[in-house]
């Protein structure tokens, strides 16, 4: 998390791959390195528009997201990058069709508060009294981004809210801010099977999560200050057994299939074609090979 935001001088992929690129229809789009500047351009043949990366999101370890600044307004790139291709395509969640002008191939125009999200989820610092300070922020997750009493930690020594002492639904909200909440889902979509990459929300929809039992959370399978790789599938097993166990809670039946690599079964990957990724369902269940996938 801590590398969830980076300026394009920064940016590991953008360094290691100067020249991407991606055709729909009449509209040819490019990112170029040249120094330590990144220019994103698309052009129609006709007319051309340029302009430099200010920041890129992601680590990249599915893809990365760029964001243009034109005339003081943010534009959430049209394409990004993904790992899986090793070049650009259509940013998740950007429309389909072939634009209808050069202004809609640019991208998408964001809102005051669109942008604001997009940065207090990837940075630290970034909206200060409700507005948002990009020349303030810190890139990336940062200790006080979570621990909004760090300061006074390192300072004081006053030790800041735990996670381990939050219920499951405060867990759920908490990492929900940038995760999404059931919530926000619920009432703002996507209502589809993209929304399997928020978490939270997938959970929270599991037959078994219970909001007054601890042993179903967000921290129950992850440590947020391990930035390491994906631990084995088996690993995971001793969590789903504080359940499912004889003695565990009376609907919390053994699976009569397998006795371990739980989560292979009960949390499948589902493939997004548009995001060039696999991601964790969280919505545990019995999921039946070529099953329709729960939105």
Not at 137 to 146: A, D, F, N, S
Request: aromatic share 8%; with cysteine; net charge positive.
């Amino acid at each position: 998390m801590a590398h969830a935001l980076s300026t394009a001088e920064q940016a590991d992929i953008l360094r290691s791959h100067p020249d991407l690129h991606f055709q729909q229809g009449p509209y040819s789009y490019s990112i170029k390195r040249s120094g330590t500047q990144s220019v994103y351009s698309v052009t129609d043949g006709k007319e051309e528009f340029s302009s430099p990366i200010a920041w890129a999101f992601g680590l990249g370890a599915a893809g990365q997201t760029y964001l243009l600044n034109r005339n003081g307004v943010w534009y959430e790139g049209r394409v990004s990058y993904y790992r899986q291709t090793g070049n650009l395509d259509l940013t998740v969640g950007a429309q389909p069709g072939v634009p209808r002008n050069l202004n809609e191939a640019i991208g998408r125009e964001m809102s005051k508060k669109g942008a604001e999200e997009c940065f207090n989820c990837h940075a630290t610092g970034a909206v200060a009294g409700g507005n948002l300070k990009v020349e303030a922020l810190t890139p990336g997750i940062q200790c006080e981004r979570c621990h909004q009493d760090a300061p006074n930690h390192v300072t004081r020594g006053i030790v800041p809210k735990k996670l381990s002492t939050m219920s499951s639904e405060e867990t759920a909200d908490y990492c929900g801010q940038c995760h999404r909440t059931w919530a926000t889902i619920a009432s703002e979509g996507p209502h589809n099977i993209s929304n399997v990459r928020f978490q939270p929300y997938r959970l929270v929809n599991s037959k078994c999560y219970d909001a007054a039992d601890s042993r179903i959370r967000c921290t129950t399978c992850h440590n947020p200050h391990d930035d390491a790789p994906a631990r084995v599938l088996t690993s995971f097993d001793s969590r789903c057994e504080a359940c499912h166990q004889p003695g565990g809670k009376a609907r919390a039946k053994l699976c009569p299939v397998a006795k371990s690599d739980c989560a292979s079964c009960h949390m499948p990957k589902v493939e997004l074609a548009q995001a060039h990724n696999k991601f964790t369902d969280h919505w545990i269940r019995i999921a039946r090979p070529g099953g329709k996938v729960p939105n």
